[in-house]
C-alpha cells in the first residue's frame, strides 16, 4: 500500500457570514448574507513533495492554507495530518513543531514589540529543541544567515526593516521548529527577485535534504513551476484544475488556466498585449449558476449555464483532473504537444 | 517638457544610538509628464524610502539631510505637515506596500473613498458615491455596488490592495508614488491594473514611480527603470536597455534571478551573498564584496553614475580611465 500522505483534505468548504449590522438588515429588508470562501476542494500531499495552489486573489487560496493548519474550522469536510484528524493531530505538540506556516503579509505576522532574536527563537525554545543559551543564539544566527539577513540583525526590531526584510524574518521563524509539513501562502511575494531566487533555493535544498513537505500557494506562474510538483487551479472558491506541474504548463485544459497563462506578463517586450482575463469577477456572494467560469468563459453553453462540472480526468490525459464540460465533451481545443509552450520567449536567456 | 517631478542629490539619514545611519545618499532622477519610472532592487536597497521622502512621510527618525525635491518646479521636501498633507491627497497619489496601514478599519471602502473625492473635488454624496462605485469597478472589484459597504477587513488581501489603488488615484492627482502595488495579485487582476495605470499616464499626463520587484510588470509598464543598491542609483535607463542588456553588474545578476517561465531549473541563480547593513557599508563601491569583476580601484572609491551609451551606471568598468575595462559578458548583458 502506498504511504499514508502527509496531508489530506476532503471535500473542504468554508463559509463567511458578511451580513450587515442587524439594524441596517432590518431597515433595508435583507437576510444574512454568506460568502462561500471555499467549497467542495479536496486534495492531498504525499510526504517529500511540493501542491501549489495558484488562482486570482479572493479565490480562496488563503483560506485554504488556513483551513489546513487549523486556524480556521471547515464548515463541512475534513483535513487529515498523516491520516490522523487535523484537530485531534494538533492536540499533540509534536504535531504542531512539525507544521508551520508563512503568512502572506509580513506586516501582521510579526510581533512589533519583541526584538527579532526573540521573535526567531521563541518556537525553539517553547518546544526545548537548543540547550543554553549560547545554543539558542547560535541557532538564530544560523536561521538569520540561511534567509540572507545577518545574526546582528537579531538585536533590531521588526520595524526597522522593509517589506522584503520582514518576510524573511517570518520565514526564519516558520524553519526555526524544524517543521517537515510548510504551509507557504504567498511566501516570496513581497521579496525582490534576487532574494527570492535565494529563498526558493533554500527551500528546494531543505526539501532534497530534510524530505519537506510544502503547501505552496503563489499567483506567480514561473515561481510555482520552479517549486511544485503538482499545481491546483482555484476559481471562486473551488479546484478547476489539479495536474502535474509540467503538464499544467505543457498541456493547461481548463479554459481558466489557459486564460492565466495567457495574462502572464510579458518580459520580451514584444509589444503584446496581455489578454487580460475577459469578463468581470463573479462575487462569492453571489456566485453563478452551473460553471462559476461561464460568465467568462469563450466556451460556455447550455449547460454550462445549468450544470456544475465535475473534476474529472480529461481523455487520453490522465495525471490531470479538470472540472469543464468542454473538456469532458471534448469541444475544447487540442492542448499543445507536449514540449512546446504555451507562450514563447524566455527570461533568463533573453538576458 | 518640464518634468513634474525632480529629485535631486537626496540623502535621508536615520540618527541611532549607535550613531547615524545613511539610508539613501546622492539619489537623483526626474519624471516627465505621462512618464513611468519603474524603480527596482534588493528588498532595503531604499526604494520604498524613496518614494516616502516625496510624499513627506519618513518615518522618525528618519529625515531628510540634503538635496531637494520639487512637483511642478516647486520644492515640497520642506514643507509644513498640513501643507504637505494637501498636496499628497490632490497633487500626490500614493500607494503603499502594506494595504492595511492606508486603509481605516473603521470606515467602510465606499466612505473612504468618498471622503478623499470630496475633500479634494467638488462633488456632492451622490456624485462621489457613484464614482467611488465606478473607482471599485475600474479595479476589479466583483459586484462593487454591493460591496462599496463593505469594511476593509472583509476583503481579501488582495481585494484589499485594489481598494488603495481606487484611493490613490481617485483625486486624480499629477504624480503618482506606487510602491509594489500589484505584488498582491494575481496576473489576470495584475494585468487589468497595469492598464489602467498606463492609461491614466497616458491619458491624463500622470507621471508615475513605480516600485516592484516584478521585473515583468517593469518591463510592460515603465518607460525608464532606476536599478538601486545600498541607497543609491546602481544604474539608469531606458526600460529596454536595463532590463535586456543591463551594464551594471549588480543589474546584471538581479535580471539573471528572474525565474524562467517557460522550464524549471534545478538551481536558480542568483547573487551570492546579501546587501551590506547600513552601518556597514563598505568603502568605493557598496557592491565590491559581491561583485565577480571587483578590483582594486572599487575598494577605495565610490563611482558615480557614468554614461554606459544605453543607460548610466555607477561601476567603475565603465570609466575610461579605470585600468580595467567592462567585459564582454557585461558590455553585451
Ligand atoms: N474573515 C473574513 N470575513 C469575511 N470574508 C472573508 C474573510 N476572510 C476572507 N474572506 C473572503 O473570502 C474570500 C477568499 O479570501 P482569501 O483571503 O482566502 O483569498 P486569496 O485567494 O488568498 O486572495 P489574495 O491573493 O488576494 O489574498 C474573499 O472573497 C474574501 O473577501
Ligand atoms: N525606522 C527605521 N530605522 C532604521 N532603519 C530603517 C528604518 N526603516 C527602514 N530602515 C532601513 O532602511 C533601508 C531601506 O528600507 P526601505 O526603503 O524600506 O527598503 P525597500 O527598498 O525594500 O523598500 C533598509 O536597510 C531598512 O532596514
Ligand atoms: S464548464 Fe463550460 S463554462 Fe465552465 S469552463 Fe468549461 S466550457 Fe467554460
Ligand atoms: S565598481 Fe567595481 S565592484 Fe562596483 S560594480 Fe563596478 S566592477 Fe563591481
Ligand atoms: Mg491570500
Ligand atoms: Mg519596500
Partial sequence: MAETPVLVAEDLAKSFDVSRPLLQRLLAGEGRRTLKAVDGVSFDIPKGTTLSLVGESGCGKSTVARLVVGLYRPTQGRVLFEGIELEKARANPETRRR????????????????????????????????????????????????????????????????????????IARALSSNPDFLVCDEPTSALDVSVQAQILNLMKDLQAR????????????????????????????????????????????????????????????????????????????????????????????????AEMPKLLPPPGQPGTIAACHAVEEGRDPAPAPAGTDQRIGTTATAL | MAAILEVRDLRVEFPTRRGTLTALDGVSFDIAPGE????????????SMTGAAI??????????????????????????????????????????????????????????????????LPLSDRDARQRAIGWLEMVGIPAAAQRVDSYPHEFSGGMRQRVVIALAL?????????????????????????????????????????????????????????????????????????????????????????PPLDRRVAQLSGIEGAMPRLSAIPQGCAFNPRCPHVFARCRQDRPELIETGTTRAACWLYDPASEKRAPEAVQHG
Avoid at chain 1, 482575463?277 to 453563478?288: A, K
Fill in chain 1, 99 to 170: 507544521m508551520q506556516m508563512i503568512f502572506q503579509d509580513p506586516y501582521a505576522s510579526l510581533n512589533p514589540r519583541w526584538r527579532v532574536q526573540e521573535i526567531v527563537a521563541e518556537p525553539i525554545r517553547a518546544f526545548g529543541l537548543a540547550q543554553g543559551a549560547a545554543a539558542l543564539r547560535d541557532r538564530v544566527g544560523q536561521l538569520l544567515t540561511q534567509v540572507g539577513l545577518s545574526p546582528l540583525d537579531g538585536e533590531k526590531f521588526p520595524h526597522e526593516f522593509s517589506g522584503g526584510q520582514r518576510q524573511r524574518i517570518s
Fill in chain 1, 210 to 305: 530534510l524530505g519537506l513537505t510544502y503547501l505552496f500557494i503563489s499567483h506567480n506562474l514561473a515561481v510555482v513551476r520552479q517549486v511544485s510538483d503538482r499545481i491546483g487551479v482555484m476559481y471562486l472558491g473551488r479546484l478547476v484544475e489539479l495536474a502535474p506541474a509540467e503538464t499544467l504548463f505543457t498541456a493547461p485544459r481548463h479554459p481558466y488556466t489557459r486564460a492565466l497563462m495567457e495574462a502572464i506578463p510579458d518580459l520580451e517586450m514584444t509589444g503584446r498585449q496581455r489578454i487580460p482575463v475577459g469578463g468581470e469577477v463573479p462575487s462569492p456572494i453571489n456566485p453563478p449558476t452551473g460553471c462559476p467560469f461561464h460568465p467568462r468563459c469563450p466556451l460556455a453553453d447550455a449547460r454550462c449555464k
Fill in chain 2, 36 to 47: 513611468v519610472l519603474g524603480v527596482v532592487g534588493e528588498s532595503g536597497a531604499g526604494k
Fill in chain 2, 55 to 120: 510624499i513627506g512621510l519618513l518615518e522618525p527618525p528618519g529625515r531628510i539631510a540634503g538635496g531637494e525635491i520639487l512637483l511642478n518646479g516647486k520644492r515640497i521636501d520642506r514643507l509644513p505637515y498640513e501643507q504637505m498633507r494637501r498636496i499628497r491627497g490632490k497633487e500626490i497619489g500614493a500607494i503603499f506596500q502594506d494595504p492595511l496601514t492606508t486603509l481605516n478599519p473603521l470606515y467602510t471602502v465606499g466612505r473612504q473613498l468618498v471622503e478623499t473625492m470630496q475633500t479634494h
Fill in chain 2, 170 to 258: 481617485c483625486a486624480e492627482p499629477a504624480l503618482i508614488v506606487a510602491d509594489e502595488p500589484t505584488t498582491a495579485l494575481d496576473v489576470s487582476i495584475q494585468a487589468q491594473i497595469i492598464a489602467l495605470l498606463k492609461r491614466l499616464a497616458r491619458e491624463k499626463g500622470t507621471a508615475m514611480m513605480l516600485v516592484t520587484h516584478d521585473m515583468g510588470v517593469i518591463a510592460e509598464t515603465a518607460d525608464r527603470v532606476a536599478v538601486m543598491y545600498a541607497g543609491r542609483i546602481a544604474e539608469i535607463g531606458p526600460v529596454r536597455s536595463v532590463v535586456k542588456s543591463p551594464k551594471h553588474p549588480y543589474s546584471v545578476g538581479l535580471m539573471s534571478s528572474i
